[in-house]
């Protein structure tokens, strides 16, 4: 339990749960909301070339941008997979094994 | 170094290197990535009603299937983090405050 | 009313009413039938380069299942904007005009 | 070429060309850009009941905001089907008759 991804998860309930919105965090909603901010980088990057988007290029300011709409997309999922119970880390884990048979 | 966000990101980051995936894993195709997936679980749970798309309501075969898109959505994430250069532990947690100050 | 905007969403109007979907086709629903649609396109495209994502080069198999998901999100939007009472083809010229003052 | 889609379709592509927008309106682009907006009626919605979204419920604002959303989804899927040289007319006809077969 002191494993960061338990601590993340367990301060984005806290955050939901001392507000009270947890008639809100239901699994249809929070998926709309991870698929809602996974919107904004694709709108950040979507007329920069390939390598205009790569790590050097973008101006500190975008750059900060995405980086706060990684973590509204990070703190989404994680809302989402502690409602629905999914341990992250076992099905990215799993995920990958599975990758690996198939590449 | 043996944080489980780190770990998650290096094992990623090892399984693409094997399959000299650099080349596709820019942050405008990454970006790309983590959209379609987050558009999966959205079409798992579009025409349920709030109740039904809770823990207990889907079958065994469709919370398989959510666990699988979530660790999906997951990996992209981190993969995109990991070549934005941006600590994704860190930005949660920045987001997180600033969130304490608005709602 | 022969207008083709009109007689498509006609169309799709009485398809889901033959099928009784009313229930379904409610707007938080329609419109995460519209993103989760959209999210395929990207899935498609993500690891192509820009010159490779272009009319000539994608295979016949890959530009029929293109197609076909244009024509998903196409539908699904048709019939958002039909339950919202939305006129679809007056709200893009509004904005069109809009955007000519911004650009 | 006096059908409402053909009209719309022209005035997109006119709007991009006088403004020299044909090398950022690639496929992989407008695929984005239509996610990227498809997000945003998704995040609209994304707290509201079912019947909070339904169409007598939000505000004039809110109406209007989500009308210019469906709008520019719209716009950029036209774009998209143009510079595939799709007709979006015939595959939604085509899509429709395919349910028809489905369900």
């Known amino acids: ?3 960061e991804i338990n601590s993340l998860t367990e301060l984005i ?3 939901a749960e001392k507000r009270d919105w ?3 965090h239901i699994p249809k909603n929070l998926a709309m909301a991870v698929a809602g901010e996974a919107g904004e980088p694709v709108a950040e990057f979507q007329w920069l070339t390939p390598e205009e988007s790569s790590k050097e290029s973008p101006s500190d300011e975008m750059a900060h941008a995405i980086a706060m709409e990684i973590a509204d997309v990070q703190i989404y999922l994680l809302r989402l997979a502690d409602v629905l119970g999914v341990d992250i880390s076992k099905v990215v884990r799993d995920k990958i094994d599975y990758n690996e ?3």
């Open 22 to 24: 947890g008639k809100f």
């Open 1 to 3: 339990m002191t494993d």
């Open 13 to 15: 309930r806290e955050f």
């Open 101 to 103: 048979t198939r590449y």
